[in-house]
């Protein structure tokens, strides 16, 4: 049974920080593309930041140089430091998995982001 589990949203003022975790389970974690998406209340989700199982990231414009996605292929995590943080980053965020090359794509239930004073 594959699970991601996400943790570490929270309420915080603008521009303080948070470390976001996607802890995976059930798959071969270091095979698969792990991504972070968003969802702004009224608003579609949207991709936010995305690494590869070989390392290589891609940035939404809205997060480059404050948002730093990471992975730790031993301890089946992915990481978003999310930095410089304003009132429009109040989303919930989500974890994916996607290995499309044998159709595998999965999600986390997600976690809230509150940014207000």
């Known amino acids: 049974q594959v699970q991601l589990v996400e943790s570490g949203g929270g309420l915080v003022q603008p521009g303080g920080s948070l470390r976001l975790s996607c802890s995976a389970s059930?798959?071969?974690?270091?095979?698969?593309?792990m991504g972070w998406y968003r969802r702004a209340p009224g608003k579609q989700r949207e991709l936010v930041a995305t690494?590869?199982?070989?390392?290589?990231?891609n940035y939404a414009d809205s997060a480059k140089g404050r948002f730093t996605i990471s992975r730790d292929n031993a301890q089946k995590t992915v990481y978003l430091q999310m930095n410089s943080l304003k009132s429009e980053d109040t989303a919930v965020y989500y974890c994916?998995?996607?290995?499309?090359?044998?159709?595998?794509?999965?999600w986390g239930q997600g976690t809230q982001v509150t940014v207000s004073s």
């Open positions: 059930g798959i071969i974690f270091s095979l698969y593309n």
């Open positions: 690494i590869t199982s070989g390392g290589r990231t």
């Open positions: 994916n998995a996607d290995f499309s090359r044998v159709g595998n794509n999965y």
